[in-house]
Structure formats: C-alpha cells, structure tokens
C-alpha cells in the first residue's frame, strides 16, 4: 500500500533513547525510549509503511518521522457486553420495587 | 539549531514558560515555600463576574442541577430509619465539549486570544484537551494537545484515544506519547518551537474559570430546596475542580458546605511505570494524581499551583473501580442518563455517604462528563479483560484489588468508602516540603504558611514537623 501526496497519515518519531531518559522512572520505564505518534497530510510525493516521510498536522506544522499508518483508523470502540454489569439495572428495579433482597 | 535533550530542554523551563503563561510568579514570592496565594488569585486570575461573561460567550456553564429522584428513592429504601440524603447531580455534560473542563480551559484561551497569542498547548490525556480545542476553535486559535497515551508495545488506553478524537474532531493536532513524566518536557519543546500559549491546567485562570461551577450550585441548591447543599462530593485528581467549586461556593456564601473529596483507589500501581499503564481502568480522578497533588501541588508544570486542594478539602474518601462501574449503570438504568467516568467517582462516594447522613441533608455531586467509545464500562472492562484482569461480582472493597482483580457489587448496600485521614494527608504535605526543599528547619512564618496551604492550626503544624525530625526555628 503506497500513500499519496495529501493523504491522511501517522508519522511515528523517537524522541529520547532509553540512556537519553534522564528523569526520575521506574526500572520498566528506564528500559524503553519515548516515543512519539502524531498525523497529518503526506508531503512527499508517494512514501510506503517505513519511510522517513513530511507531513503537515491540522494546523500546519510540518514534522517528519517514519510512516505508520495510511488514513489511520480510531480503533477504540464500545467493547463487549459484560456479563457481570447487564443485570443490574434488572436488579435495582426489583428493590425499588420492593423486594429488598434482590 | 536548540538543544533538544532532556536536561538542556529542562534547564530552558523557566524562560519558556514565562513567556508562554506571561505570569511573573516572582512577585507573589516570598521564600522557597511561602507565597501569597489570595493576591496571585485577585491580581492573576478574573473576577468571578467577568469569568461568566466570558463563558457566555462561548456557551459554557449554566448547566442544570438534577435531582437524581430514582436513585434518592433506592437509597431511602435501604438506608436505616431516618437516614437517606437526597443527591442532585450537576450536569456538566451539557458544556460545549461534553465536560466540566470547557470552564477550565474558557478564561486560558480568552486570555491567550486577548494577547495576540496565535495558538495554545495544553499537556493533559484527559477532557481537557477536548475543551481547549473547542475553545480554541470558538475564538479562533490554533491548539496541540500533548497526551501521554500508549505503552511502549503501543497499545493505548481506549479512554485517551477517545479523547484524542474528540481534539481531532475540534482541529487540534494531538501529539501522543508513550508513557513517562517526559510528556511535561515535550511540551515544553513544543511552546518553544511554536511560541503558543501555555494552557495549563494549573494556572489562575484555569481555576478562576472553574469558580462558576462552585457559585452555580449555591444559587441552584438554594433555588431548589432553599438551602445550600450539606456536602458537595467533588472527584479528585489535579486538585483543579476542587479547589475552583469550592472557591465558588464560598463567594455565594455557601461557607458551611462540607467539600468532600473521592479518588478510584489505584494505590500500588506507579503511575509512571509502563507496565502499570494499561493496568488501570479509569485514567484520572483517582489516587495516582489526587495523593501527590495533594501533598505537594507544586509538582505541576508552573511555578505555583493555583489549585490546592488541601487549602478546602474537609474530607478524603477513595472508591473501587467496581463501586464506580457499577454506579455509572445505576445512572444509566435509573435516571436515565449514560455519563462518562469522572463524576461517577463521586457519586459513588455521594451514594455511600447519602446511606448514612440524615434523610434532611443535601448533597451535590458537581459534574457528570460525556461518554461513548472507549469511555463506557463496556469499553474500558473489555480492555480490562483483554489485559488479563479478574473482573467479578462480589464485595467491591474486600476483595478490590487495582491491577489485578475488579469486583462489582452484587448490591447497593455494599457501595462504600475508605476513609483517608487529614491528617495523614496533611503530614504527608509537611513530609514532602521536607524532602523537596531539603529544609529541616522551619521560622514561624512558614509554619504559618504551611498551617493555611492545608487548612489546619499551626500546633498540627508543628507536631508534624517535630514527628518528622524537623524544628522550629526563631526568624
């Protein structure tokens, strides 16, 4: 998959290595970089997945980085029904109507 | 070409921050631990009449006060003969980016807009982006929001990455990083590569901006059931909402309601620790921010924290992730409303109170937040199972325990609360000036000091000095 000129993508950027982490972390933190994940509009004229590519963010910064994701997509989303929360609202009901016990 | 490095960044932070706040915190100043913290409000800050003017403007505030009558009803039904508080809910939903956080962010964009700022930054992975991007987007200014977002296999938390939507969906560029108190020093490159705005969380602007909601439930309450509310249960996490409402209240004249303060207990999980990140299923309002804050609110990203909790708090109370999940159904299925996370908090905490204060009193609980993807139970207990947690019903209190197990109530009589002690909190405060200030010895002046920054007497003061090897000194 190529990305064009003007398309919509992420761009991912190593800001500190592990050693260059000169704040105070916990050992887990201390072991891995900070990383960086931002998009915008492609300004290369085509780029692949791992490409040091530019873009332009939503207000016009330019900033490079390695090519990610292509019309990157919100992944997060509703979930699944939970099993332990879908009778409470059946069961609150029961005690304000009167059965105290339920 | 600047030095980007950590430490050369961190050396710039005062310059940076100067000109990207233009507050000069010198003149309220007066040694390494005693400011003036009423003048910096006056002479910083905007009085209260002109912080509602200005979110007329852009269509904050003015939220309804709801009486959560089902609920009041179930609580009535279980409580002990003659207990039963009634609960009224403010429906900070309402505001133009779905939180509280709009009224926050409201007076900071005026500001930076007023003084030719061409944009504005705020580091939060929390509704607060939201509401700098919709405010920037109201007055025309350009935003970034910085969040601290994935761990470092880049899996996010589904709550921040909603958010990061939401900033989008205003046209603000979102800058997401992997976890680390580094996001502070991001940001800071960022105000120095760009020369906007410093929208922070922490300054007097921002807590002015929130002074509305305090003085809105006076008037409201008083309206409704002709007095002030009992206690007003406010979720705690910067210390940001706390202070601000309860400022408010007190400037309606509201002095004798009870501020109590609720957190989700996440003790045992560092904050800071990129295995502990997606371990937690509520990414504020809970122990991780509202301990620290609380004992040393200077930890923040301006020189001195405009909120400070400690000065208002009367008590602190934590919940379980359980009790709050449950109660975020209980709002859905009873009163009919789906609200996010953060007032849920306290609600759960209000719901327990409510059980044991006399059926007469009043209490508010003073916000509720949008929700939808990634926010919902449903999502964030998805994610909770996928990461490999218990999730079961039970006692929420015995068996809780953060980072691993997650237990939903099998009735409402089991909603209840850990009571933190002041004092403990305000020993840990003393504790923390101590150690960040590398200071044993104290004159009375910052006795004094330290005797108003967490509302109690300068005896306590002094006896917390003393158990913690320090001394009082002669000025």
Same mark, same amino acid.
């Given at each position: 998959m190529k990305a064009k000129k003007g398309d919509w993508v992420q761009i991912e950027k190593l800001l500190l290595k592990p050693e260059e982490r000169t704040a105070p972390l916990p050992e887990d933190t201390k072991k891995v970089p900070l990383k960086m994940r931002v998009k915008g509009f492609l300004q290369n004229e085509d780029a692949n997945i791992g490409d040091e590519v530019e873009i332009l963010t939503l207000i016009g910064r330019r900033v490079t980085g390695t090519l990610v994701a292509i019309n990157p997509k919100y992944e997060h989303d509703f979930g699944e029904p939970v099993p332990e929360l879908l009778t409470i609202g059946i069961e609150l009901r029961k005690i304000l109507e009167g059965d105290n016990d339920a | 070409m600047r030095d980007l490095s950590y430490d050369a960044v961190m050396s710039r932070k005062n310059e940076i921050m100067k000109k990207a706040?233009?507050?000069?915190y010198e003149k309220f100043i007066s040694s390494e631990i005693i400011f003036d913290y009423e003048r910096m409000m006056q002479e910083v800050g905007y009085s209260l009449d002109k912080v509602r003017e200005i979110q007329s403007e852009t269509g904050v505030g003015n939220t309804p006060l709801v009486e959560l009558k089902q609920i009041n009803r179930l609580i009535k039904k279980i409580a002990p003969k003659g207990k039963g508080a009634r609960i009224f809910i403010k429906d900070e939903a309402t505001n133009p980016s779905g939180s509280y956080k709009d009224r926050r962010a409201s007076v900071s964009v005026y500001h930076a807009q007023k003084h030719g700022y061409k944009g504005v930054i705020a580091a939060t992975s929390g509704n607060y982006g939201a509401a700098v991007a919709s405010q920037a987007a109201k007055r025309g200014l350009k935003c970034i929001i910085t969040q601290e977002c994935y761990d470092n296999r880049w899996v996010g938390q589904p709550e921040i990455l909603e958010k990061a939507r939401s900033c989008e969906a205003y046209g603000a560029e979102v800058v997401q990083l992997t976890v680390g108190p580094e996001l502070f020093y991001y940001t800071l490159v960022l105000l120095e590569e760009t020369g906007f705005f410093n929208a922070s969380l922490y300054t007097p602007y921002a807590i002015a901006g929130v002074e509305s909601l305090g003085y809105e439930i006076a008037e409201q309450t008083m309206q409704m059931?002709? @007095?002030?509310?009992d206690a007003v249960v406010i979720t705690h996490a910067g210390g940001g909402i706390l202070t601000g409402t309860a400022r408010g209240l007190k400037k309606a004249g509201a002095s004798e309601t009870k501020i109590i303060a609720a957190s989700v207990n996440l003790r045992g999980l560092h904050m800071a620790s990129d295995n502990d990140f997606n371990k937690k299923y509520f990414t504020t309002g809970h122990t991780g921010f509202g301990i620290p804050f609380a004992t040393f609110?200077? %930890?923040?990203?301006?020189? @001195?924290?405009?909120? %400070?909790?400690l000065r208002y708090m009367d008590r602190y109370l934590l919940v379980t992730q359980g009790e709050v999940f449950y109660i975020t159904e209980m709002l859905a299925q009873l009163e009919g409303m789906q609200r996010g996370p953060a007032g849920n908090t306290s609600l759960a905490a209000a719901f327990a109170l409510a059980l044991e204060m006399d059926d007469d009193k009043v209490i508010v609980v003073n916000e509720t937040e949008y929700t939808g993807a990634g926010k919902l139970p449903s999502a964030q207990l998805t994610f909770a199972r996928k990461m490999g947690m218990e999730i079961k019903r039970g006692d929420p209190i015995k068996e809780d325990l953060p980072g691993k197990r997650i237990v939903i109530p099998e009735h409402p009589s089991q909603i209840g609360y850990i009571e933190f002690d002041m004092d403990e909190v305000r020993k840990s405060y003393v504790k923390e000036v101590i150690k960040r200030y590398n200071k044993k010895e104290f004159n009375k002046q910052e006795i004094e000091f330290m005797a108003q920054d967490t509302n109690t007497t300068t005896e306590k003061i002094v006896k917390f000095v003393k158990e913690l090897g320090g001394e009082v000194i002669e000025a």
């Amino acid at each position: 998959m190529k990305a064009k000129k003007g398309d919509w993508v992420q761009i991912e950027k190593l800001l500190l290595k592990p050693e260059e982490r000169t704040a105070p972390l916990p050992e887990d933190t201390k072991k891995v970089p900070l990383k960086m994940r931002v998009k915008g509009f492609l300004q290369n004229e085509d780029a692949n997945i791992g490409d040091e590519v530019e873009i332009l963010t939503l207000i016009g910064r330019r900033v490079t980085g390695t090519l990610v994701a292509i019309n990157p997509k919100y992944e997060h989303d509703f979930g699944e029904p939970v099993p332990e929360l879908l009778t409470i609202g059946i069961e609150l009901r029961k005690i304000l109507e009167g059965d105290n016990d339920a | 070409m600047r030095d980007l490095s950590y430490d050369a960044v961190m050396s710039r932070k005062n310059e940076i921050m100067k000109k990207a706040v233009g507050i000069d915190y010198e003149k309220f100043i007066s040694s390494e631990i005693i400011f003036d913290y009423e003048r910096m409000m006056q002479e910083v800050g905007y009085s209260l009449d002109k912080v509602r003017e200005i979110q007329s403007e852009t269509g904050v505030g003015n939220t309804p006060l709801v009486e959560l009558k089902q609920i009041n009803r179930l609580i009535k039904k279980i409580a002990p003969k003659g207990k039963g508080a009634r609960i009224f809910i403010k429906d900070e939903a309402t505001n133009p980016s779905g939180s509280y956080k709009d009224r926050r962010a409201s007076v900071s964009v005026y500001h930076a807009q007023k003084h030719g700022y061409k944009g504005v930054i705020a580091a939060t992975s929390g509704n607060y982006g939201a509401a700098v991007a919709s405010q920037a987007a109201k007055r025309g200014l350009k935003c970034i929001i910085t969040q601290e977002c994935y761990d470092n296999r880049w899996v996010g938390q589904p709550e921040i990455l909603e958010k990061a939507r939401s900033c989008e969906a205003y046209g603000a560029e979102v800058v997401q990083l992997t976890v680390g108190p580094e996001l502070f020093y991001y940001t800071l490159v960022l105000l120095e590569e760009t020369g906007f705005f410093n929208a922070s969380l922490y300054t007097p602007y921002a807590i002015a901006g929130v002074e509305s909601l305090g003085y809105e439930i006076a008037e409201q309450t008083m309206q409704m059931v002709g @007095k002030y509310p009992d206690a007003v249960v406010i979720t705690h996490a910067g210390g940001g909402i706390l202070t601000g409402t309860a400022r408010g209240l007190k400037k309606a004249g509201a002095s004798e309601t009870k501020i109590i303060a609720a957190s989700v207990n996440l003790r045992g999980l560092h904050m800071a620790s990129d295995n502990d990140f997606n371990k937690k299923y509520f990414t504020t309002g809970h122990t991780g921010f509202g301990i620290p804050f609380a004992t040393f609110p200077d %930890r923040s990203d301006v020189p @001195k924290n405009a909120a %400070r909790a400690l000065r208002y708090m009367d008590r602190y109370l934590l919940v379980t992730q359980g009790e709050v999940f449950y109660i975020t159904e209980m709002l859905a299925q009873l009163e009919g409303m789906q609200r996010g996370p953060a007032g849920n908090t306290s609600l759960a905490a209000a719901f327990a109170l409510a059980l044991e204060m006399d059926d007469d009193k009043v209490i508010v609980v003073n916000e509720t937040e949008y929700t939808g993807a990634g926010k919902l139970p449903s999502a964030q207990l998805t994610f909770a199972r996928k990461m490999g947690m218990e999730i079961k019903r039970g006692d929420p209190i015995k068996e809780d325990l953060p980072g691993k197990r997650i237990v939903i109530p099998e009735h409402p009589s089991q909603i209840g609360y850990i009571e933190f002690d002041m004092d403990e909190v305000r020993k840990s405060y003393v504790k923390e000036v101590i150690k960040r200030y590398n200071k044993k010895e104290f004159n009375k002046q910052e006795i004094e000091f330290m005797a108003q920054d967490t509302n109690t007497t300068t005896e306590k003061i002094v006896k917390f000095v003393k158990e913690l090897g320090g001394e009082v000194i002669e000025a």
